[in-house]
DNA sequence: AACAATCGGTTGCAATTGCAACAAGTTAGG
DNA sequence: CCTAACTTGTTGCAATTGCAACCGATTGTT
Protein backbone atom coordinates (compact mmCIF):
# COMPACT_ATOMS: atom_id res chain seq x y z
CA UNK A 1 0.00 0.00 0.00
CA UNK A 2 2.68 2.19 0.46
CA UNK A 3 4.18 2.38 -2.56
CA UNK A 4 1.07 4.09 -4.27
CA UNK A 5 1.36 6.77 -1.52
CA UNK A 6 2.99 9.27 -3.88
CA UNK A 7 0.16 8.60 -6.12
CA UNK A 8 -2.61 9.27 -3.14
CA UNK A 9 -0.74 12.69 -2.29
CA UNK A 10 -1.32 14.59 -5.59
CA UNK A 11 -5.33 13.30 -5.66
CA UNK A 12 -8.01 15.68 -4.74
CA UNK A 13 -9.08 14.06 -2.14
CA UNK A 14 -6.10 13.94 -0.13
CA UNK A 15 -4.87 16.98 -0.77
CA UNK A 16 -3.47 18.64 2.19
CA UNK A 17 -2.67 15.42 3.94
CA UNK A 18 0.58 14.07 4.59
CA UNK A 19 2.52 10.50 4.62
CA UNK A 20 1.04 9.42 7.87
CA UNK A 21 -2.21 11.29 7.84
CA UNK A 22 -3.12 9.42 4.71
CA UNK A 23 -1.96 6.01 6.31
CA UNK A 24 -4.02 6.46 9.22
CA UNK A 25 -7.10 7.63 6.66
CA UNK A 26 -6.18 4.03 4.84
CA UNK A 27 -6.14 2.67 8.18
CA UNK A 28 -10.07 4.42 9.55
CA UNK A 29 -11.53 3.34 6.27
CA UNK A 30 -10.59 -0.18 6.36
CA UNK A 31 -8.74 0.50 2.32
CA UNK A 32 -7.73 -2.43 0.37
CA UNK A 33 -6.11 -2.93 -2.73
CA UNK A 34 -8.07 -4.58 -5.96
CA UNK A 35 -5.78 -5.57 -9.37
CA UNK A 36 -7.67 -6.27 -12.34
CA UNK A 37 -5.83 -7.26 -15.31
CA UNK A 38 -6.31 -5.85 -18.83
CA UNK A 39 -9.89 -5.85 -20.31
CA UNK A 40 -10.83 -7.54 -16.74
CA UNK A 41 -14.16 -5.88 -15.08
CA UNK A 42 -13.93 -4.17 -12.03
CA UNK A 43 -17.69 -3.42 -12.40
CA UNK A 44 -20.71 -3.44 -14.07
CA UNK A 45 -24.05 -1.48 -15.04
CA UNK A 46 -26.17 -2.51 -11.74
CA UNK A 47 -23.72 -4.14 -9.39
CA UNK A 48 -23.73 -2.66 -5.55
CA UNK A 49 -20.52 -0.64 -4.97
CA UNK A 50 -20.42 1.34 -1.26
CA UNK A 51 -16.84 2.23 -1.60
CA UNK A 52 -14.78 5.03 -3.55
CA UNK A 53 -12.24 3.99 -5.45
CA UNK A 54 -9.18 5.66 -6.67
CA UNK A 55 -6.96 4.59 -9.46
CA UNK A 56 -3.42 4.05 -8.34
CA UNK A 57 -1.88 2.48 -11.83
CA UNK A 58 -2.93 1.72 -14.60
CA UNK A 59 -5.73 2.81 -16.92
CA UNK A 60 -9.86 2.44 -17.17
CA UNK A 61 -12.75 2.87 -18.71
CA UNK A 62 -16.37 3.78 -17.35
CA UNK A 63 -19.27 3.40 -19.67
CA UNK A 64 -22.59 2.33 -19.96
CA UNK A 65 -24.42 -0.14 -22.36
CA UNK A 66 -27.28 0.41 -23.87
CA UNK A 67 -30.11 -2.09 -24.39
CA UNK A 68 -29.05 -2.97 -27.43
CA UNK A 69 -25.73 -3.66 -26.63
CA UNK A 70 -23.72 -0.23 -27.90
CA UNK A 71 -21.34 0.72 -25.32
CA UNK A 72 -20.82 4.40 -25.24
CA UNK A 73 -17.75 5.33 -23.67
CA UNK A 74 -18.23 8.55 -20.47
CA UNK A 75 -14.94 8.50 -19.26
CA UNK A 76 -11.10 7.47 -19.12
CA UNK A 77 -9.69 6.86 -15.72
CA UNK A 78 -5.89 7.12 -15.24
CA UNK A 79 -3.76 7.14 -11.86
CA UNK A 80 -4.87 9.42 -9.46
CA UNK A 81 -8.47 9.65 -10.65
CA UNK A 82 -11.56 8.61 -7.83
CA UNK A 83 -14.80 6.83 -8.96
CA UNK A 84 -18.03 6.13 -7.31
CA UNK A 85 -18.59 9.28 -5.06
CA UNK A 86 -21.19 9.86 -6.52
CA UNK A 87 -23.35 6.75 -6.12
CA UNK A 88 -21.90 6.29 -2.81
CA UNK A 89 -22.29 10.11 -1.54
CA UNK A 90 -25.84 9.89 -2.95
CA UNK A 91 -26.35 6.79 -1.29
CA UNK A 92 -27.29 4.87 -4.43
CA UNK A 93 -26.45 1.47 -3.95
CA UNK A 94 -26.35 0.31 -7.70
CA UNK A 95 -24.44 1.80 -9.89
CA UNK A 96 -25.67 3.14 -13.68
CA UNK A 97 -22.56 2.49 -14.93
CA UNK A 98 -19.60 -0.29 -15.89
CA UNK A 99 -15.89 -0.04 -15.28
CA UNK A 100 -13.39 -1.33 -17.23
CA UNK A 101 -9.38 -1.98 -16.78
CA UNK A 102 -8.64 -0.56 -20.53
CA UNK A 103 -4.84 -1.91 -18.98
CA UNK A 104 -3.49 -4.05 -15.83
CA UNK A 105 -5.17 -1.49 -13.47
CA UNK A 106 -4.37 -1.75 -9.55
CA UNK A 107 -7.66 0.51 -7.33
CA UNK A 108 -7.65 1.57 -4.08
CA UNK A 109 -10.89 0.90 -2.29
CA UNK A 110 -11.80 3.16 0.57
CA UNK A 111 -14.79 3.02 3.16
CA UNK A 112 -15.93 6.65 2.56
CA UNK A 113 -18.08 6.73 5.16
CA UNK A 114 -15.65 5.14 7.45
CA UNK A 115 -13.26 7.85 6.44
CA UNK A 116 -15.37 10.68 7.26
CA UNK A 117 -16.90 9.55 10.68
CA UNK A 118 -14.30 11.14 13.35
CA UNK A 119 -12.65 8.06 14.99
CA UNK A 120 -12.26 7.42 18.38
CA UNK A 121 -9.25 9.72 18.00
CA UNK A 122 -11.15 11.98 16.56
CA UNK A 123 -8.52 12.60 14.00
CA UNK A 124 -7.98 16.39 12.93
CA UNK A 125 -7.71 15.44 8.97
CA UNK A 126 -11.11 13.91 8.73
CA UNK A 127 -12.84 17.62 8.25
CA UNK A 128 -9.85 18.35 5.72
CA UNK A 129 -11.24 14.98 4.02
CA UNK A 130 -14.43 16.60 3.99
CA UNK A 131 -13.63 19.71 2.79
CA UNK A 132 -11.59 17.81 -0.22
CA UNK A 133 -14.70 15.60 -0.84
CA UNK A 134 -16.80 18.44 -1.05
CA UNK A 135 -14.80 20.76 -3.22
CA UNK A 136 -14.37 17.86 -5.91
CA UNK A 137 -17.98 17.03 -6.29
CA UNK A 138 -18.34 21.15 -6.14
CA UNK A 139 -16.15 21.69 -9.03
CA UNK A 140 -17.45 18.40 -11.27
CA UNK A 141 -20.80 20.00 -10.62
CA UNK A 142 -19.70 23.53 -11.81
CA UNK A 143 -18.14 22.01 -15.00
CA UNK A 144 -21.28 19.90 -16.20
CA UNK A 145 -23.16 22.86 -15.56
CA UNK A 146 -20.98 24.95 -17.76
CA UNK A 147 -21.34 22.04 -20.49
CA UNK A 148 -25.22 22.10 -20.16
CA UNK A 149 -25.26 25.37 -20.83
CA UNK A 150 -22.72 25.32 -24.04
CA UNK A 151 -24.40 21.26 -26.01
CA UNK A 152 -28.04 22.44 -24.90
CA UNK A 153 -27.63 25.50 -27.43
CA UNK A 154 -29.34 24.33 -31.06
CA UNK A 155 -26.57 25.19 -33.30
CA UNK A 156 -23.22 25.05 -33.90
CA UNK A 157 -22.87 28.54 -34.03
CA UNK A 158 -24.54 28.93 -30.73
CA UNK A 159 -22.62 25.90 -28.98
CA UNK A 160 -19.14 27.42 -30.54
CA UNK A 161 -20.10 30.96 -28.68
CA UNK A 162 -21.49 29.35 -25.67
CA UNK A 163 -18.18 27.97 -24.70
CA UNK A 164 -16.21 31.07 -26.48
CA UNK A 165 -17.65 32.92 -23.73
CA UNK A 166 -17.00 30.36 -20.92
CA UNK A 167 -13.23 30.38 -21.99
CA UNK A 168 -13.75 34.47 -22.02
CA UNK A 169 -15.07 34.45 -18.40
CA UNK A 170 -12.57 32.34 -16.94
CA UNK A 171 -9.75 34.47 -18.73
CA UNK A 172 -11.07 37.81 -18.45
CA UNK A 173 -10.91 39.05 -22.29
CA UNK A 174 -11.88 39.02 -25.53
CA UNK A 175 -8.94 36.47 -26.33
CA UNK A 176 -8.32 33.32 -24.96
CA UNK A 177 -6.63 29.52 -26.03
CA UNK A 178 -8.73 26.98 -26.63
CA UNK A 179 -7.11 23.48 -24.47
CA UNK A 180 -8.61 20.93 -27.36
CA UNK A 181 -7.75 20.14 -31.17
CA UNK A 182 -10.04 20.56 -33.18
CA UNK A 183 -11.53 17.08 -32.73
CA UNK A 184 -11.65 17.15 -28.91
CA UNK A 185 -13.12 20.56 -29.31
CA UNK A 186 -16.01 19.39 -31.62
CA UNK A 187 -16.03 16.42 -29.58
CA UNK A 188 -16.60 18.49 -26.55
CA UNK A 189 -19.53 20.46 -27.61
CA UNK A 190 -21.06 17.28 -29.36
CA UNK A 191 -20.75 18.11 -33.02
CA UNK A 192 -19.33 16.48 -36.18
CA UNK A 193 -15.87 17.87 -36.70
CA UNK A 194 -16.05 18.86 -40.32
CA UNK A 195 -19.37 20.79 -40.00
CA UNK A 196 -17.62 22.55 -37.08
CA UNK A 197 -15.00 23.83 -39.02
CA UNK A 198 -17.39 25.29 -41.65
CA UNK A 199 -18.81 27.19 -39.05
CA UNK A 200 -15.46 28.52 -37.30
CA UNK A 201 -14.94 29.82 -40.95
CA UNK A 202 -17.98 31.00 -41.23
CA UNK A 203 -17.85 33.05 -38.45
CA UNK A 204 -14.73 34.15 -39.20
CA UNK A 205 -15.78 35.48 -42.06
CA UNK A 206 -19.49 37.28 -40.68
CA UNK A 207 -16.51 38.90 -38.66
CA UNK A 208 -17.57 37.36 -35.15
CA UNK A 209 -14.49 35.73 -34.06
CA UNK A 210 -10.81 35.58 -35.41
CA UNK A 211 -8.44 33.06 -34.90
CA UNK A 212 -5.05 31.59 -35.60
CA UNK A 213 -4.73 27.84 -34.69
CA UNK A 214 -5.69 27.73 -30.58
CA UNK A 215 -5.61 31.54 -30.01
CA UNK A 216 -8.92 32.63 -30.41
CA UNK A 217 -10.55 36.32 -29.90
CA UNK A 218 -14.22 37.04 -29.99
CA UNK A 219 -14.40 40.74 -31.87
CA UNK A 220 -17.12 43.47 -30.77
CA UNK B 1 -35.90 33.32 12.11
CA UNK B 2 -38.29 30.38 13.38
CA UNK B 3 -41.36 31.18 11.71
CA UNK B 4 -39.22 29.13 8.97
CA UNK B 5 -38.20 26.30 10.99
CA UNK B 6 -41.08 24.51 8.63
CA UNK B 7 -39.78 24.95 5.45
CA UNK B 8 -35.73 24.84 6.57
CA UNK B 9 -37.01 21.54 8.04
CA UNK B 10 -38.06 19.84 4.69
CA UNK B 11 -34.57 20.73 2.92
CA UNK B 12 -32.38 18.15 2.23
CA UNK B 13 -29.58 20.16 3.94
CA UNK B 14 -31.46 19.64 6.66
CA UNK B 15 -32.98 16.57 6.39
CA UNK B 16 -33.01 14.51 9.64
CA UNK B 17 -32.19 17.37 12.12
CA UNK B 18 -35.06 18.34 14.81
CA UNK B 19 -36.08 21.56 15.76
CA UNK B 20 -33.36 22.68 18.20
CA UNK B 21 -30.60 21.31 16.41
CA UNK B 22 -31.66 23.43 13.32
CA UNK B 23 -31.85 25.87 15.38
CA UNK B 24 -28.08 25.34 16.72
CA UNK B 25 -26.93 25.27 13.39
CA UNK B 26 -28.09 28.62 12.62
CA UNK B 27 -26.20 29.76 15.71
CA UNK B 28 -23.10 27.93 14.52
CA UNK B 29 -23.11 29.42 11.17
CA UNK B 30 -23.96 32.91 11.80
CA UNK B 31 -27.39 32.60 9.65
CA UNK B 32 -29.17 36.21 8.46
CA UNK B 33 -32.31 36.52 7.00
CA UNK B 34 -32.44 38.72 4.16
CA UNK B 35 -35.54 40.27 1.91
CA UNK B 36 -35.96 40.83 -1.49
CA UNK B 37 -38.37 42.67 -3.70
CA UNK B 38 -40.45 41.11 -6.93
CA UNK B 39 -37.25 41.97 -9.43
CA UNK B 40 -34.71 42.90 -7.55
CA UNK B 41 -31.17 41.21 -7.75
CA UNK B 42 -30.22 39.32 -5.24
CA UNK B 43 -26.21 38.99 -6.85
CA UNK B 44 -25.03 39.34 -10.42
CA UNK B 45 -22.86 37.36 -12.34
CA UNK B 46 -18.85 38.12 -11.27
CA UNK B 47 -20.54 39.31 -7.54
CA UNK B 48 -18.42 37.31 -4.72
CA UNK B 49 -19.89 34.59 -2.34
CA UNK B 50 -19.02 32.96 0.24
CA UNK B 51 -22.48 31.44 1.75
CA UNK B 52 -25.15 29.09 0.73
CA UNK B 53 -28.53 30.51 0.35
CA UNK B 54 -31.70 29.22 1.43
CA UNK B 55 -34.94 29.62 0.15
CA UNK B 56 -37.50 30.25 2.55
CA UNK B 57 -40.27 31.80 0.63
CA UNK B 58 -41.03 33.38 -3.02
CA UNK B 59 -39.47 32.36 -6.38
CA UNK B 60 -36.43 33.17 -7.86
CA UNK B 61 -34.06 32.58 -11.09
CA UNK B 62 -30.58 31.89 -11.36
CA UNK B 63 -29.79 33.12 -14.99
CA UNK B 64 -26.61 33.91 -16.84
CA UNK B 65 -26.16 37.25 -19.34
CA UNK B 66 -23.84 36.40 -22.18
CA UNK B 67 -22.05 39.42 -23.45
CA UNK B 68 -24.34 40.61 -25.86
CA UNK B 69 -26.99 40.75 -23.23
CA UNK B 70 -29.73 37.95 -23.95
CA UNK B 71 -30.34 36.33 -20.65
CA UNK B 72 -30.29 32.62 -20.17
CA UNK B 73 -32.64 30.75 -17.36
CA UNK B 74 -31.06 28.05 -16.10
CA UNK B 75 -33.01 27.24 -12.68
CA UNK B 76 -36.28 28.23 -11.48
CA UNK B 77 -35.96 28.38 -6.93
CA UNK B 78 -38.67 27.71 -5.06
CA UNK B 79 -39.01 27.93 -0.98
CA UNK B 80 -36.78 24.86 0.50
CA UNK B 81 -34.39 25.13 -2.76
CA UNK B 82 -31.03 25.70 -2.22
CA UNK B 83 -28.32 27.99 -3.98
CA UNK B 84 -24.52 28.35 -4.31
CA UNK B 85 -23.58 25.60 -2.44
CA UNK B 86 -21.05 24.43 -5.78
CA UNK B 87 -19.19 27.85 -5.50
CA UNK B 88 -18.60 27.93 -1.98
CA UNK B 89 -17.68 24.52 -1.63
CA UNK B 90 -15.16 24.95 -4.69
CA UNK B 91 -13.87 28.06 -2.93
CA UNK B 92 -14.89 29.79 -6.09
CA UNK B 93 -15.10 33.48 -4.99
CA UNK B 94 -16.91 35.07 -7.93
CA UNK B 95 -20.23 33.61 -8.83
CA UNK B 96 -20.86 32.44 -12.75
CA UNK B 97 -24.38 33.44 -12.32
CA UNK B 98 -26.90 35.76 -11.33
CA UNK B 99 -29.68 35.25 -9.07
CA UNK B 100 -33.23 37.47 -9.41
CA UNK B 101 -36.33 37.16 -7.35
CA UNK B 102 -39.06 36.62 -9.58
CA UNK B 103 -42.23 37.44 -6.81
CA UNK B 104 -40.75 38.87 -3.15
CA UNK B 105 -38.65 36.85 -1.93
CA UNK B 106 -36.95 35.60 2.04
CA UNK B 107 -33.43 34.26 2.19
CA UNK B 108 -31.16 32.70 4.80
CA UNK B 109 -28.29 32.64 4.35
CA UNK B 110 -25.70 30.25 6.23
CA UNK B 111 -22.30 30.35 6.64
CA UNK B 112 -21.55 26.88 5.21
CA UNK B 113 -17.68 26.78 6.51
CA UNK B 114 -19.07 27.82 9.65
CA UNK B 115 -21.48 24.85 10.05
CA UNK B 116 -19.57 21.96 9.14
CA UNK B 117 -16.63 22.79 11.30
CA UNK B 118 -17.14 21.43 14.72
CA UNK B 119 -17.58 24.39 16.92
CA UNK B 120 -16.89 23.79 20.91
CA UNK B 121 -19.30 21.87 21.73
CA UNK B 122 -18.60 19.26 18.66
CA UNK B 123 -22.27 19.33 17.92
CA UNK B 124 -23.31 15.52 16.89
CA UNK B 125 -25.26 17.05 13.90
CA UNK B 126 -22.14 18.49 11.94
CA UNK B 127 -21.83 15.36 10.76
CA UNK B 128 -25.55 14.80 9.77
CA UNK B 129 -24.89 18.30 7.48
CA UNK B 130 -21.74 17.23 5.60
CA UNK B 131 -23.80 14.12 4.65
CA UNK B 132 -26.58 15.96 3.65
CA UNK B 133 -24.35 18.21 1.59
CA UNK B 134 -22.45 15.43 0.17
CA UNK B 135 -25.78 13.83 -0.70
CA UNK B 136 -27.24 16.73 -2.62
CA UNK B 137 -24.44 17.45 -4.18
CA UNK B 138 -23.63 13.75 -5.43
CA UNK B 139 -27.69 13.53 -6.81
CA UNK B 140 -27.41 16.60 -8.78
CA UNK B 141 -24.13 15.21 -10.31
CA UNK B 142 -25.45 12.04 -11.25
CA UNK B 143 -28.89 13.84 -12.64
CA UNK B 144 -26.38 16.20 -14.80
CA UNK B 145 -24.29 12.83 -16.55
CA UNK B 146 -27.58 11.43 -17.41
CA UNK B 147 -28.80 14.65 -18.81
CA UNK B 148 -25.53 15.20 -20.40
CA UNK B 149 -26.00 11.92 -21.77
CA UNK B 150 -29.18 12.28 -23.47
CA UNK B 151 -28.30 15.73 -25.02
CA UNK B 152 -25.20 15.04 -26.14
CA UNK B 153 -26.48 12.85 -28.86
CA UNK B 154 -26.44 14.13 -32.36
CA UNK B 155 -30.18 13.63 -33.82
CA UNK B 156 -33.54 13.64 -32.19
CA UNK B 157 -34.43 10.15 -32.05
CA UNK B 158 -30.92 9.14 -29.92
CA UNK B 159 -31.70 11.27 -27.44
CA UNK B 160 -35.17 10.36 -26.82
CA UNK B 161 -33.89 6.73 -26.84
CA UNK B 162 -31.06 7.84 -24.68
CA UNK B 163 -34.28 9.67 -22.48
CA UNK B 164 -35.71 5.95 -22.70
CA UNK B 165 -33.55 4.07 -21.55
CA UNK B 166 -32.78 6.36 -18.81
CA UNK B 167 -36.63 6.06 -17.28
CA UNK B 168 -36.08 2.53 -18.15
CA UNK B 169 -33.17 2.13 -15.80
CA UNK B 170 -35.25 3.92 -13.26
CA UNK B 171 -38.22 2.07 -13.84
CA UNK B 172 -36.91 -1.25 -14.34
CA UNK B 173 -39.04 -2.28 -17.37
CA UNK B 174 -39.81 -1.53 -20.67
CA UNK B 175 -42.10 0.73 -19.51
CA UNK B 176 -42.81 4.21 -17.94
CA UNK B 177 -44.37 7.36 -17.68
CA UNK B 178 -42.58 10.32 -18.49
CA UNK B 179 -42.94 12.80 -15.88
CA UNK B 180 -43.10 16.04 -18.42
CA UNK B 181 -45.57 17.32 -20.92
CA UNK B 182 -44.13 17.62 -24.53
CA UNK B 183 -42.49 20.86 -24.44
CA UNK B 184 -41.13 20.24 -21.05
CA UNK B 185 -39.52 16.90 -22.57
CA UNK B 186 -38.52 18.87 -25.57
CA UNK B 187 -36.72 21.46 -23.81
CA UNK B 188 -35.24 18.80 -21.27
CA UNK B 189 -33.65 17.33 -24.31
CA UNK B 190 -32.89 20.49 -26.02
CA UNK B 191 -34.84 20.14 -29.42
CA UNK B 192 -37.87 22.09 -31.16
CA UNK B 193 -41.00 20.64 -29.75
CA UNK B 194 -42.67 20.19 -32.79
CA UNK B 195 -39.83 18.15 -34.07
CA UNK B 196 -39.77 16.30 -31.32
CA UNK B 197 -43.11 15.25 -31.97
CA UNK B 198 -43.11 14.55 -35.61
CA UNK B 199 -40.26 12.22 -34.34
CA UNK B 200 -42.57 9.90 -31.53
CA UNK B 201 -44.32 9.07 -34.51
CA UNK B 202 -41.81 8.49 -36.63
CA UNK B 203 -40.22 5.86 -34.17
CA UNK B 204 -43.68 4.49 -33.42
CA UNK B 205 -44.48 3.80 -36.93
CA UNK B 206 -41.08 1.86 -37.09
CA UNK B 207 -42.07 0.05 -34.12
CA UNK B 208 -39.28 1.37 -31.74
CA UNK B 209 -41.78 2.45 -29.35
CA UNK B 210 -45.15 2.84 -28.16
CA UNK B 211 -47.30 5.43 -26.32
CA UNK B 212 -50.47 7.04 -25.47
CA UNK B 213 -50.70 10.48 -23.66
CA UNK B 214 -47.35 9.75 -20.81
CA UNK B 215 -46.96 6.31 -21.07
CA UNK B 216 -44.36 4.83 -22.75
CA UNK B 217 -42.81 1.48 -24.01
CA UNK B 218 -40.12 0.81 -25.90
CA UNK B 219 -40.67 -2.37 -28.06
CA UNK B 220 -37.99 -5.22 -28.35
C1' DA C 1 14.48 9.52 -47.31
C1' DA C 2 10.41 7.00 -47.12
C1' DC C 3 6.59 6.06 -44.44
C1' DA C 4 2.58 6.12 -41.65
C1' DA C 5 -0.20 8.69 -38.62
C1' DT C 6 -2.37 12.78 -37.16
C1' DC C 7 -4.50 17.10 -37.82
C1' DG C 8 -7.16 20.65 -40.02
C1' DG C 9 -9.69 22.19 -43.92
C1' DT C 10 -12.95 21.56 -48.02
C1' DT C 11 -16.96 20.07 -50.49
C1' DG C 12 -21.27 17.85 -52.24
C1' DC C 13 -25.22 15.69 -50.85
C1' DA C 14 -28.87 13.76 -48.26
C1' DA C 15 -31.08 13.80 -44.01
C1' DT C 16 -32.48 16.11 -40.02
C1' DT C 17 -34.08 19.94 -37.71
C1' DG C 18 -35.83 24.49 -36.42
C1' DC C 19 -39.28 27.52 -37.35
C1' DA C 20 -43.67 29.39 -38.09
C1' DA C 21 -48.22 28.97 -38.69
C1' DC C 22 -52.27 26.51 -38.10
C1' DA C 23 -55.74 23.16 -36.18
C1' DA C 24 -58.02 20.28 -32.93
C1' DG C 25 -58.63 18.91 -28.33
C1' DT C 26 -58.35 19.80 -23.32
C1' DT C 27 -58.44 22.43 -19.12
C1' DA C 28 -59.42 26.13 -16.04
C1' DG C 29 -61.72 30.10 -14.51
C1' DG C 30 -65.30 33.30 -14.31
C1' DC D 1 -71.68 27.58 -20.24
C1' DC D 2 -68.41 30.39 -22.55
C1' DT D 3 -63.97 31.96 -23.29
C1' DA D 4 -59.12 32.12 -22.85
C1' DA D 5 -55.10 29.67 -22.29
C1' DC D 6 -52.69 25.68 -22.84
C1' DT D 7 -51.41 21.31 -24.96
C1' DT D 8 -50.41 18.40 -28.74
C1' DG D 9 -50.08 17.26 -33.40
C1' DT D 10 -49.36 18.62 -38.46
C1' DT D 11 -47.03 20.48 -42.36
C1' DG D 12 -44.14 23.08 -45.71
C1' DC D 13 -39.94 25.17 -46.21
C1' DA D 14 -35.42 26.83 -45.55
C1' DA D 15 -31.35 26.27 -43.04
C1' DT D 16 -28.23 23.51 -40.61
C1' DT D 17 -25.85 19.47 -39.95
C1' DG D 18 -23.80 14.88 -40.34
C1' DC D 19 -21.41 12.10 -43.25
C1' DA D 20 -18.01 10.54 -46.30
C1' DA D 21 -14.44 11.26 -49.07
C1' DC D 22 -10.47 13.73 -50.22
C1' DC D 23 -6.39 16.95 -49.84
C1' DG D 24 -2.36 19.10 -48.03
C1' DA D 25 0.60 20.04 -44.14
C1' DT D 26 3.04 18.48 -40.21
C1' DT D 27 5.18 15.23 -37.24
C1' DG D 28 7.53 11.35 -35.78
C1' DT D 29 9.58 6.79 -36.82
C1' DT D 30 12.41 3.57 -39.00
Redesign the interface.
Known amino acids: MEKYLKVLQKTTLFEGLNRDEILAVLQCSSARMASYQKEECVFMQGDPLSQVGIVVSGKARIQ ?1 E ?2 HGNT ?1 I ?1 TGLEAGDLFG ?8 PKV ?1 VSLWAVTPLEVVFVDYQKA ?3 CSSSCPFH ?1 KL ?2 N ?3 L ?6 M ?6 I ?4 TIRAKL ?2 FF ?1 LR ?2 QEGGRHFTVPFNRNELAEYI ?3 RSAMSRELWNMKADGLIDFAKNQFT ?1 LE
Not at 137 to 142: E, G
Not at 151 to 154: L, R, V
Open positions: RDFILEAFVCAGISISPQVAMLKMAQRLLLNEKIDIQKTMAEMRGVNV
